[in-house]
């Protein structure tokens, strides 16, 4: 492919619409056409994002000013429900969403727990779940995808290989995640004194990517599943890790869970099985689409502990977002991607 594709970032703004923007530069197959953040219309990228001063980009506009039929492909980063009232004016491009709006299958789960109805109810049956190396087979003729969330994308890379050697009941998630998942809108909780030297848990019991890893591990185990999961905020910028407990179904082992992974990611190019006895870490992965995880016999007879590592902004984002849209568009799908984490 020589055309460009001609994309839009809704929500430049904010953290996942600036990495996007970020990666997009780095896309030999991407023009990117219109930015908007309606708060701040009319000022240049690098005002509001310094770090892209070197970067020739287009100056923010509002939504409702771009022409939508010259673009091939829209990205949305902004919030639920603001994401769908737009999106679903929208005629011709491709759809990307990061947002929650079309990641649930039923509005009346969305309704429960985003606490209003669903803007756009009549288009979540056509909406593609975009996790990457679950969805191939849909992405092609996709023409909306939902990006999963960061925490649902790290926990059902982890979990959906091992459905048929894992218990479905009293499946247990700790999640920890930098400041950035939280978003950029100035929140007391997240200043750096509230954050820094801390860790804290939030939205304890009803965390609002709960009831999207339970849809996609019902499918998988061919019936419903409620999960225990805790977020927890670290004093760090970006990056997720989760240790997640199961219980094993008879004959079973950390050994089998270890190969059923081994099995079915060997030839992903972004998710690795890191050696046996080596403890996943998100400096492993910061600033880049990689995922490493890993299995540990757990002391207690029947169980074991799973644990993978993404960085929230990448994987768990934006750089899925373009890794769907790359296999949307027939391109490689790591193109754009390819970059190492960055450490230190």
């Known amino acids: 492919m020589t055309q460009l594709l001609k994309i839009a970032v809704l929500g430049a703004s904010g953290y996942t619409g600036a990495d996007l923007v970020r990666l997009a530069l780095s896309h030999p197959q991407i023009e990117i056409v219109a930015l908007s953040a309606n708060a701040k219309a009319g000022q240049g990228m690098a005002e509001i994002w310094p770090h892209f001063s070197h970067a020739k980009l287009p100056e923010l506009v509002r939504a409702e000013d771009i022409d939508f039929a010259q673009l091939d492909f829209v990205f949305g980063c902004l919030p639920h429900a603001a994401s769908a009232a737009l999106l679903q004016q929208i005629e011709g491009p491709r759809i990307v969403d990061l947002s929650a709006d079309f990641r649930l299958k039923s509005a009346a789960t969305y309704a429960d727990w985003y606490g209003l109805a669903h ?9 593609v779940y975009g996790l990457t190396e679950f969805a191939r087979h849909a992405l092609p003729a996709a023409r909306l995808v939902a990006c999963p969330g960061c925490y649902p994308t790290a926990a059902l890379l982890a979990l959906l290989p091992l459905a048929n050697a894992i218990r479905p009941a009293n499946i247990t998630i700790n999640a920890l995640s930098g400041v950035s998942g939280a978003g950029r809108s100035l929140k007391e ?16 019991g009803r965390h609002r990517h709960m009831p999207e890893i339970e849809q996609e591990l019902a499918t998988a185990f061919g019936e419903p599943v409620a999960i225990s999961f805790t977020p927890h905020l670290l004093p760090m910028n970006r990056g997720e890790l989760e ?21 079915r990611y060997a030839d992903e190019p972004f998710v690795h099985l890191l050696p046996e006895a080596v403890a996943p870490a998100t400096r492993m992965v910061r600033g880049s ?21 993404i960085d929230n902004l990448v994987k768990g984002s934006s750089g899925q977002a373009l890794q769907n849209m790359n296999i949307m568009a027939g391109l490689p799908e790591t193109t754009g991607l390819e970059a190492a984490p960055l450490f230190p």
């Open 119 to 127: 803007p756009a109810p009549a288009m979540l049956a056509g909406a």
């Open 189 to 204: 909780s997240n200043l750096f004194a509230e954050v820094s030297e801390a860790v804290a848990p939030y939205a304890v």
């Open 243 to 263: 240790t997640i407990i199961v219980e094993l179904r008879d004959g079973e082992s950390a050994a089998s869970l270890r190969a059923l992974l081994a099995a």
């Open 289 to 309: 689409n990689h995922v490493v995880l890993n299995v540990f016999a757990d002391r207690i007879p029947g169980r074991a502990i799973v644990i993978v590592a």
